[in-house]
Structure formats: structure tokens, C-alpha cells
């Protein structure tokens, strides 16, 4: 016959084992049942939303394909090109006699964006002769009064021009010349440019003469084109015996003698650009200080301006003597103050910075939760109850481990006899 305490062993194992399958049923079920409740509502979750219902759109002729057009040819070159020419400054060696030479120096510059040629040609005033000529950074003289020039962008040549002036040609004076050029892009001679400009040949005061000296001031323009100015001359008696005085103004290109001095007994235009004053007798050691008005009109060109001024002496019953003397009309324009902005709007910077960028049905500071975040919360709510059922089965299989420990130490103790 088993012992009792075999019998009770059995007895708790067959407990302990009912109990833990109990346990692991009861687990199971709660587990299923959260798979159930979590299931279906993942799977709406995480199946792909239909779109809504959107009306076929109606057939349509078909719009005709856009070609991409071809991009535009590139701009055309641009011609230019600036012509200087200085003055030619005789000196008092002229008077003497001297055959020398003196230097007129023509400067063209390029002013536009392609390589050019450029073909130009110069005047010489009456009793100015050509001796020889030569060029430099591109030019050369071409013969006769013609010369021309192969420039880059920006590059400038010169053209040097060797003159004597005859002896009598300060009877002719001013002595004017001018040069004019143009220039054609190379491999497009239908794009040119052109530009011209003037130069004098000025003569020291005289022939030194007895008996009659005359002056000229150099007058000056102020402010812009069409303004006035006044020449000064002086024309003196230098002789022992009285003589009648004539003055006669010749003026450049552009200016008019606008009035002249009321010492003047008689007034007489000779020409376009020749006045004639005649003031009388002057007296051995006199002078006549005359001023004239001058008028420059608006489109005359830039740069000094050069005229000349006649005296004459004529002693009673001796024979007239003349003299001349240059003058040179300088512009000293004003200039214009900067003008202020008309808007006087200030101006206002920019960050630079984009602006912050909202998608539909979200604000500036929501954010959509992937679907990977959603599941990992789903499985973390479903730990709490695992971790409950399992804590009730240990609590329960102690309580059955000490009440069995109880009742077999009472069947052990002896019979009370």
C-alpha cells in the first residue's frame, strides 16, 4: 500500500500541472483575443486608401506638340570708333624764314567689341603741305592724305604727319584741317562706325613788324553749348606817325561774332566768318582795346576751338602794315549735381530665406506617424496583460504549494493514543 506522502506528491504534481495548463490556456485565450481586437483595425490601417472617385474626362483632340524652339542667335557685333587730331603749334622760327617741319598726330581708337578696319583721310589748310607720314599700333599711311588701320577691341593707333607751312600762309589765317574716319567690323562691312575731327595750324603773334602791335585773349565758354564768350584785342600804335586802325575777326567753324565794340566807327561782314572794324586814326603810342561777343552754337563740336584776329596800320601816304594773332576758344562745361532717386523709396534687403512650407491638411507644426510606429505601440499595449496572467499563476501556485506543505506535515505527526 503507498505511503501517504507519495500519495500527496502525486497529488500536488497532478495540481501543479492542471494549474500551469490552465494558465497557459487562459493566456492563450486573452492573446487571441487581442490579435482579434488589434487585428482587423491594423489591417484597415495599413491596406492602401482607395482614391476618391474622379469623373473619366472627356475625349479631346489631341493638342499638337510644342518643339523646343532653337535658341537665339547671338547679338551683333557693335562699331566704334573715336578720331582725335591735336593742333599743330608753329613756332617763332617761322618768322625768320625756317623751313622746318612740325608734327601733326592723329589718334584713332577702336571703341566697339569685334576687331575693325578703319579707313580715314585729312585735310590740310591752304599753305600746309604734306612731307612724309607714318603710323603705328595698326596704322599707316595709305598715300596722299589717306591712311587706315586694323584695331582690336579697345586698341588705339596713331597716324604721324610731317608738314611745313609756306611763308605767306599766315596771311590765310586760322589755319584749319579736319580728319574723318570709319570703321567696318571685320568679316561684317555692313556694321560701321564713323567719327571725325578738326585741328588748326597756330601761329606765333606777327610778323614782327614796326610801328603796329596787336593781341588776342583766349576766350572761355562756361556751361553748355550755345553760350557766349568775349575776345579781347588789342591793336597799338607802335610807329611815329599816326595811322587809320582795322581790326578784322575771323571766326572757327560754329561761332559768330555776336557784337562788336562801340569803338568801332564802321562795321562791315566780310564773310560768314569774318567781321571788320574799322576805329580810326590812332595816335603814335595809342591803343584801341576792343571786345566782341561771341556766340558758339549748340553743335559744335568738342575740344578748343582756334580763330584769328587781323591788324592793320595805315600811316598817311605810306603803306599798310598787317600783323595777326591766334586765339583759342576753351569750354569749361558746369557739371551737372547727381540727381537724387526720384522713387525716394528706401530699399528693402531680403533675407533670402524660403518660406516655410505646409502640406494639405497639416500645420507648420504637425507630422504624419508611419505605420511602423503605430504596429511597435500596438505590440507594447498588449505586454501589461501578458505580464499580469503570469504573475496571477505564480501567485496561485504558491498558495497550492503551502496549503499542500500544510496538510502533509499534519498527516505525518503520530496518532494521539
Not at 122 to 139: D, F, I, N, Q
Not at 297 to 306: E, I
Request: proline share 11%; aromatic share 4%; glycine share 12%.
Amino acid at each position: 500500500m503507498p505511503s501517504p506522502i507519495r500519495a500527496w506528491r502525486r497529488a500536488l504534481g497532478a495540481a501543479l500541472g492542471a494549474l500551469a495548463l490552465g494558465g497557459a490556456l487562459s493566456l492563450a485565450v486573452t492573446l487571441g483575443d487581442a490579435a482579434s481586437a488589434t487585428g482587423p483595425q491594423d489591417a484597415r490601417l495599413n491596406a492602401p486608401q482607395e482614391p476618391p472617385f474622379e469623373p473619366e474626362p472627356e475625349p479631346s483632340e489631341p493638342e499638337p506638340s510644342e518643339t523646343t524652339p532653337p535658341p537665339p542667335p547671338p547679338p551683333d557685333p557693335v562699331a566704334g570708333l573715336v578720331v582725335g587730331a591735336a593742333d599743330v603749334s608753329v613756332g617763332n622760327g617761322y618768322w625768320l624764314g625756317a623751313r622746318e617741319r612740325y608734327g601733326l598726330l592723329i589718334a584713332l581708337t577702336n571703341a566697339g567689341d569685334a576687331p575693325a578696319t578703319v579707313s580715314g583721310a585729312y585735310t590740310l589748310p591752304a599753305g600746309v603741305r604734306k612731307v612724309a607720314a607714318s603710323g603705328s599700333g595698326g596704322c599707316d599711311d595709305a598715300g596722299g592724305w589717306l591712311f587706315g588701320c586694323t584695331l582690336a577691341p579697345g586698341a588705339s593707333g596713331k597716324v604721324a604727319v610731317q608738314v611745313t607751312v609756306d611763308a605767306d600762309a599766315w596771311r590765310r589765317a586760322p589755319l584749319a584741317g579736319s580728319v574723318a574716319a570709319t570703321a567696318a567690323v571685320i568679316g561684317r562691312s555692313d556694321i560701321t562706325a564713323g567719327d571725325q575731327d578738326q585741328f588748326a595750324v597756330t601761329l606765333p603773334p606777327g610778323p614782327p613788324t614796326p610801328g603796329i602791335a596787336l593781341s588776342a585773349s583766349d576766350p572761355t565758354v562756361s556751361g553748355t553749348r550755345g553760350e557766349g564768350a568775349e575776345l579781347s584785342v588789342v591793336l597799338r600804335n607802335t610807329g611815329a606817325a599816326p595811322a587809320t586802325g582795322v581790326v578784322e575777326v575771323v571766326t572757327p567753324t560754329g561761332v559768330q561774332v555776336a557784337a562788336v565794340p562801340t569803338r568801332c566807327v564802321n562795321h562791315v561782314k566780310v564773310s560768314a566768318n569774318r567781321e571788320r572794324c574799322e576805329i580810326g586814326q590812332l595816335e603814335p603810342g595809342a591803343e584801341a582795346a576792343l571786345g566782341f561777343g561771341l556766340s558758339v552754337r549748340g553743335d559744335t563740336r568738342d575740344g578748343p576751338l582756334t580763330g584769328a584776329v587781323h591788324g592793320s596800320l595805315t600811316p598817311p601816304g605810306q603803306d599798310t602794315v598787317s600783323v595777326q594773332a591766334s586765339y583759342r576758344i576753351v569750354f569749361n562745361p558746369v557739371a551737372a549735381s547727381a540727381s537724387p532717386d526720384p522713387s525716394g523709396e528706401p530699399e528693402v534687403a531680403s533675407t533670402g530665406l524660403p518660406a516655410a512650407r505646409e502640406g494639405p491638411g497639416l500645420g507648420p507644426q504637425q507630422r504624419p506617424v508611419s505605420n511602423l510606429a503605430d504596429g511597435v505601440s500596438r505590440q507594447l499595449s498588449v505586454l501589461p496583460i501578458v505580464a499580469a496572467m503570469v504573475g496571477l499563476v505564480a501567485v496561485l501556485g504558491v498558495l497550492v504549494v503551502l496549503s499542500l506543505r500544510r496538510r502533509m506535515q499534519d498527516d505525518i505527526k503520530p496518532p494521539v493514543m
